[in-house]
Structure formats: structure tokens, C-alpha cells
């Protein structure tokens, strides 16, 4: 069974860069041609996908925030990472990484403040 | 503003059957399959529903999936307490390349 957990400082300072990997366990992320997202979910709010990568390195963002994300992927690790720059206060929230639609993380609160 | 269309709120008393909409596009639901998560506060979505009606081990079997063109729907039945959550529809956008995603329908069991 795959097994996804998310890293990554939980307090960000205004206009620095939000930093998270994901770790994954129970298989190998290069054994089929899945995709591995990163999504966020405001407190009170609904769910907002980011992005994601393919162990190709091929990307896919969304277009609100593609202009301060980049996703990438070590296989050698059996992770990948999410970067958002210019953080504000709007992207406090809960990240999630996952493998499709299928397994998540359990998540890790961001939050930016000074 | 969510890419999918779901009911802000839901509710059923106990033993009851509840059922949950999703709306999309053709590019979106029309053409993808859709996944039903639940949310309880405080942890992640748990998989409820893959590929519109599939329903992982460890799921009961109250709760049902399906899909009609460009809309989809969460059956609950044998409503009880514990069913009490967020609940979200999802699955992949053509367009967008990416997934999208319901607002969410907050179920109250009465």
C-alpha cells in the first residue's frame, strides 16, 4: 500500500519561499505513469490543486499560481517538492501531496506570518 | 469559485438516505472518472469513491457512486452519526490538465 507524508517548515515568513516534500513509501514513484500532485486546503475552505510532475519531470500548474510555483521529483529519493515563492498570507493553509487522485498524505499546516 | 458544482450543505436523520450532486462539463466529468472523498474535521480526505462507483476495501458498502454525463452523485444510505462530514467530488479537467475539484457539501446527520 502506498504511504505519502508531507515535510517541510510550518512557519513561513511574508515573501519568502514555502518549501514541503513529499515522501513516498510502499512502492516506487518511476513504477507506472502516475502523477504526483501537491494540493491545499485553507482552513474552512475547500480543496485547491497546485500542481503536479511526473517522474519524467514533465509539469503541470495551475494557472493562479504558476507564476511562483515549481514542482520537482527525485526518484532516486522516492520524493518530490513543492517551492512557492512570494508567500502571503493567502497561502496559509494545509498542504497535501498525492499520487493521482488515489493516496494522500495526511497534510502539514503552512503558515505565513512574521 | 469551485470548478465543480456541489450542494453547500446536506442532511438526513439517521437511517435515512442522503445523496450528494457533483456538476461539471464535458471536459471534466463528462469525460473522466470521478472520485468522492470524506472529510472529517481536522484530518485528510479519505477516498471514498474511485473511478465514479468504486468503492476501496474498507469503505461500506452504504455508501454508492455513479456518474451521468456531466454530473455525478454520492448515495448515502443507513445514514448514521459518524457520517457527519465535509464531503468532496473530484476528478480530472481536459482542459485544465490537472484535477479539479467540488466545494464541498457539509452533511449533518439531524
Known amino acids: 500500500q502506498v504511504q505519502l507524508q508531507e515535510s517541510g517548515p510550518g512557519l513561513v515568513k511574508p515573501s519568502q519561499t514555502l518549501s514541503l516534500t513529499c515522501t513516498v513509501s510502499?512502492?516506487?514513484?518511476?513504477?507506472?505513469?502516475?502523477?504526483w500532485s501537491w494540493i491545499r486546503q485553507p482552513a474552512g475552505k475547500g480543496l485547491e490543486w497546485i500542481g503536479h510532475i511526473y517522474t519524467t519531470g514533465n509539469t503541470n500548474y495551475s494557472p493562479s499560481l504558476k507564476s511562483r510555483i515549481a514542482i520537482s521529483v527525485d526518484t532516486s529519493k522516492n520524493q518530490f517538492s513543492l517551492k512557492l515563492s512570494f508567500v502571503t498570507a493567502a497561502d496559509t493553509a494545509v498542504y497535501y501531496c498525492?499520487?493521482?487522485?488515489?493516496?494522500w498524505g495526511r497534510g502539514t499546516l503552512v503558515t505565513v506570518s512574521s | 469559485q469551485s470548478v465543480l458544482t456541489q450542494p453547500p450543505s446536506a442532511s438526513g436523520t439517521p437511517g435515512q438516505r442522503v445523496t450528494i450532486s457533483c456538476s461539471g462539463t464535458?471536459?471534466?466529468?463528462?469525460?473522466?472518472?470521478v472520485y468522492w472523498y470524506q472529510q472529517l474535521p481536522g484530518t485528510a480526505p479519505k477516498r471514498l469513491i474511485y473511478r465514479n462507483n468504486q468503492r476501496p476495501s474498507g469503505v461500506p458498502d452504504r455508501f454508492s457512486g455513479s456518474k451521468s454525463g456531466t454530473s455525478a452523485s454520492l448515495a448515502i444510505s443507513g445514514l448514521r452519526s459518524e457520517d457527519e462530514a465535509d464531503y468532496y467530488c473530484a476528478t480530472w479537467d481536459d482542459s485544465l490538465s490537472g484535477p479539479v475539484f467540488g466545494g464541498g457539501t457539509r452533511l449533518t446527520v439531524l
Open positions: 464535458r471536459s471534466n466529468i463528462g469525460d473522466n472518472y
Open positions: 498525492a499520487r493521482n487522485l488515489d493516496y
Open positions: 510502499g512502492g516506487s514513484m518511476s513504477s507506472a505513469n502516475y502523477y
